[in-house]
């Protein structure tokens, strides 16, 4: 049974900086593809950084959190990170990471996913 279990959610001020933790269990972690998605009150979920199964040096970003947002997993730990550099208002939303078995043929897209963790907040004040 594959399980995700978040955490390093909290508030931070904008211009500051948070990394979320997904350690993940149940499967063999070279074989899925795992991401980050967030979800703002009254908006769709949003595919935030990915990383196909086997291509860890090419993870995928959403053009707003390119260059501020870092994707990586530690495979011998089991965990997922996601470091979130620079933060924004709008950042603020329920954060999630998630995990399929095999290649996400759409990385970004919550529909190519279908296991889930329990999520995590984040607020960023201005």
């Known amino acids: 049974q594959v399980q995700l279990v978040e955490s390093g959610g909290g508030s931070v001020e904008a211009g500051g900086s948070l990394t979320l933790t997904c350690v993940v269990g149940?499967?063999?972690?070279?074989?899925?593809?795992v991401a980050w998605f967030r979800q703002a009150p009254g908006k769709e979920r949003e595919g935030v950084a990915a990383i196909v199964a086997d291509s860890d040096e090419y993870p995928d970003y959403a053009d707003s959190v390119n260059g501020r947002f870092t994707i990586s997993k530690d495979s011998a730990k089991n965990t997922l990170y996601l470091q979130m550099s620079i933060l924004e208002p709008d950042d603020t939303a329920m954060y999630y990471c998630?995990?399929?078995?095999?290649?996400?043929?759409?990385?970004?897209?919550?529909?190519?996913?279908?296991?889930w963790g329990q999520g995590n907040q984040v607020t960023v004040s201005s």
């Open positions: 998630a995990a399929r078995h095999g290649y996400a043929r759409e990385p970004l897209s919550a529909d190519d996913y279908n296991n």
């Open positions: 149940g499967f063999i972690y070279s074989m899925y593809s």
